[in-house]
C-alpha cells in the first residue's frame, strides 16, 4: 500500500500542497517573521500619522476686522476662496484688541480703520504672507471702490465686469496623486517581499540540503513538487504580509485623511497585487536556484549577489524612475521584465501608459516568469543533491541547458 507522501499515493497538487503546509506552519510562527511584520506596522501607521501632521499645515489664516463690516467681511472670504486660500474672518470690537489677539497668535493678522476713509492698517505679528497681502489689498480696494460708486449713485453690481477662463493644456488627473503613492508603496513592498521571501526560500533550500532532509524529502516526492511547494508555501505567507502592510497603510491613510479611498485607488491597488504576484514569482523561483546551487550559508550571500543587486536596480527604477517618465531609459525599462513590475504600476497611477501597453508588459512578465521557473527547474533537479563546493552561475547555466 502506498504511503500518503508516495509519489503513486499522493498526485501532483496534493505533494505540492503538503510541502507548501509545511512552509506555512513553519514559517508564519517565526519569530522573526511576527517581529518584522508587528514593526513594519508600526512604521506604517506612525508614518501615516506624522505625514498627515506635516501635510496639515494649510490651516486657515484668521483676519480680525475691527467693526462690523459685513461687505468687507464677505469680499475677504470670496477673494481667498478664489485664490485658493482659506481666510477664517472675524469681527473684532477695537483695535487694542485687535492688535493684542494678534500679539497672542490667535490672529495671522487684523485690519484696522486707518485715519483716510476707506482705508485699514494691517496688523500683523511678522508680516503678510503674500498670498494673504494679497487678498487682503484687493478686497479693501473691491470694498473702497463700491462705496465710491454708490456714494455717486452708481449700483457697481450694474457695471460690465472682465472675465478670464482658464484653460489647461494638461488636464488634470483626479486622484493622481492617492495612485502614485499606492504603486510606490507597492514597489516598496515587492522589494521587501524579494528580500525576505527570496531569503527564505533560498535559505530553507539550503537548511534541507546541508541537514539532508532533501534526501529524504525526495525519497517520496519529485524535486519539481518539492520546489513549486515550498515557492507557493512562502510566496503565500509573503502575499499575506503584503495585504495585511498595504491594508495597514490604506486604513492609516483613510483615518489620517491622506486618502479618500476612490474606486482608482483601489483598482491600483489591485493593479499593484497583480505585479507584485509576478515579481515576486520570478525572484522566488531563481532564489530558490541559488540555494541549490551551495552546500552551506556562508556562500548563500555570494551566490545570490546578482540576484540582489537586480532587485534593487528593479526597486530604484521604480522610486526614481517617476521622476523620468518621459526619459528613453525609463520608457524602455518599462517593458524588460522583471523592471516592468516596479514600473507599470507607476505608469498606470500617472496614466502615462496605455492599454495596449499593459497588455504586452504583463504578457512579456507572464512570459518572463516562465523562464525562471523552468530555467530554476532545471538547476534545482541537477543540483539539489550535489554537495562540495560551490556551483558557480557559469556552470549552472550549463546545467539548465
Given at each position: ?60 489664516d ?62 500683523s ?30 449700483d ?39 528580500m ?104 548563500l ?24 517618465l ?33 497588455v ?41 541547458r
Amino acid at each position: 500500500m502506498n504511503s500518503p507522501m508516495s509519489p503513486g499515493g499522493a498526485g501532483a497538487v496534493q505533494s505540492i500542497w503538503l510541502v507548501a503546509e509545511r512552509e506555512i506552519a513553519t514559517r508564519a510562527k517565526t519569530r522573526s517573521f511576527l517581529i518584522s511584520t508587528g514593526l513594519l506596522m508600526v512604521v506604517i501607521i506612525v508614518g501615516a500619522v506624522v505625514w498627515s501632521a506635516l501635510s496639515g499645515g494649510d490651516d486657515a489664516d484668521r483676519v480680525g476686522v475691527v467693526g462690523q463690516d459685513a461687505a468687507l467681511t464677505q469680499t475677504i472670504e470670496e477673494f481667498g476662496s478664489a485664490t485658493g486660500t482659506s481666510v477664517d474672518v472675524v469681527s473684532v470690537a477695537s483695535a487694542e484688541e485687535a492688535r493684542s489677539r494678534v500679539a497672542d497668535g490667535d490672529l495671522t493678522a487684523a485690519l484696522v480703520p486707518g485715519t483716510a476713509p476707506n482705508s485699514y492698517v494691517a496688523v500683523s505679528e511678522s508680516g503678510l504672507s503674500p498670498t494673504l497681502d494679497g487678498v487682503l489689498r484687493s478686497s479693501v480696494e473691491q470694498v473702497g471702490l463700491t462705496s465710491s460708486l454708490a456714494e455717486r449713485g452708481v449700483d457697481a453690481a450694474s457695471l460690465p465686469r472682465a472675465t478670464i477662463t482658464v484653460e489647461q493644456t494638461t488636464p488634470d488627473k483626479p486622484d493622481e496623486g492617492q495612485r502614485i503613492v499606492i504603486a510606490l508603496v507597492g514597489t516598496i513592498l515587492l522589494i521587501t517581499a524579494i528580500m525576505m521571501g527570496g531569503s527564505m526560500v533560498a535559505v530553507g533550500v539550503v537548511e534541507e540540503k546541508t541537514s539532508r532532509v532533501v534526501e529524504l524529502l525526495l525519497a517520496t516526492i519529485k524535486p519539481l513538487h518539492l520546489l513549486w511547494g515550498k515557492i507557493i508555501g512562502i510566496g503565500a505567507i509573503a502575499m499575506a504580509q503584503v495585504l495585511l502592510l498595504g491594508a495597514t497603510a490604506l486604513i492609516a491613510g483613510r483615518v489620517t485623511g491622506l486618502l479618500t479611498i476612490p474606486g482608482a485607488a483601489i483598482g491600483m491597488f489591485a493593479a499593484v497585487i497583480a505585479w507584485f504576484v509576478l515579481g515576486f514569482l520570478f525572484f522566488a523561483t531563481l532564489y530558490a536556484a541559488t540555494g541549490a546551487l551551495v552546500s552551506r550559508q556562508e556562500e548563500l550571500n555570494a551566490s545570490s549577489a546578482p540576484l540582489t543587486i537586480l532587485a534593487m536596480a528593479v526597486m530604484y527604477s521604480g522610486i526614481f524612475g517617476i521622476q523620468a517618465l518621459d526619459s528613453t531609459l525609463i520608457q524602455v525599462l518599462t517593458w524588460i521584465p522583471p523592471f516592468s513590475a516596479a514600473l507599470m504600476p507607476v505608469r498606470i497611477a500617472t496614466g502615462d501608459t496605455s492599454t495596449v501597453q499593459v497588455v504586452v508588459t504583463f504578457a512579456l512578465m507572464v512570459l518572463a516568469c516562465a523562464s525562471a521557473t523552468w530555467f530554476a527547474s532545471r538547476i534545482y533537479q541537477r543540483s539539489i543533491l550535489r554537495t562540495g563546493t560551490r556551483v558557480k552561475w557559469s556552470e549552472a547555466l550549463s546545467l539548465a541547458r
